[in-house]
Nanobody, 118 residues
Framework: QVQLAESGGGLVQAGGSLRLSCAAS????????MAWFRQAPGKEREFVVA???????RYLDSVQGRFTISRDNAKSMVYLQMNNLKPEDTAVYYC????????????WGQGTQVTVSS
C-alpha cells in the first residue's frame, strides 16, 4: 500500500521560510517522479514543482528562485524548501508520486496546510 505523508506545514509571516517533507512508503521510490501541488481556498489545485527520478526539476514560474525541491532516495523522502514566502503561497500542499513512465500522477498525500500572513 502506497503512502505519502507530508509534514512541516504551519503559519509563517511573509518573507519567512518553511520546509515541507514527504515520506513515501510502499513503492520503489527511485522509479518515481515526485511533485508538490497546492490548492488555495476557492481555487483549483495547481502544480508547484517536480523532481524526476533522475533529479531534473521543474518549477511553477511564480515560485522559481524561492522554492527548492530535493529528494533523498536512500530515505524515500522528498523535500520542499520554501523561502521568501508570500501570502499568495497560502494553500494546502500535496505530495504526489508519478511512476516515471506514466503520464498521470498516481498517488497523492493528504496534504499539509501552509499559511502565510501579511
Amino acid at each position: 500500500q502506497v503512502q505519502l505523508a507530508e509534514s512541516g506545514g504551519g503559519l509563517v509571516q511573509a518573507g519567512g521560510s518553511l520546509r515541507l517533507s514527504c515520506a513515501a512508503s510502499g513503492l520503489t521510490f527511485t522509479n518515481y517522479n515526485m511533485a508538490w501541488f497546492r490548492q488555495a481556498p476557492g481555487k483549483e489545485r495547481e502544480f508547484v514543482v517536480a523532481i524526476t527520478w533522475s533529479d531534473t526539476t521543474r518549477y511553477l514560474d511564480s515560485v522559481q528562485g524561492r522554492f527548492t525541491i530535493s529528494r533523498d532516495n536512500a530515505k524515500s523522502m522528498v523535500y520542499l524548501q520554501m523561502n521568501n514566502l508570500k501570502p499568495e503561497d497560502t494553500a494546502v500542499y500535496y505530495c504526489v508520486a508519478q511512476e516515471y513512465w506514466r503520464a498521470q500522477y498516481d498517488y497523492w498525500g493528504q496534504g499539509t496546510q501552509v499559511t502565510v500572513s501579511s
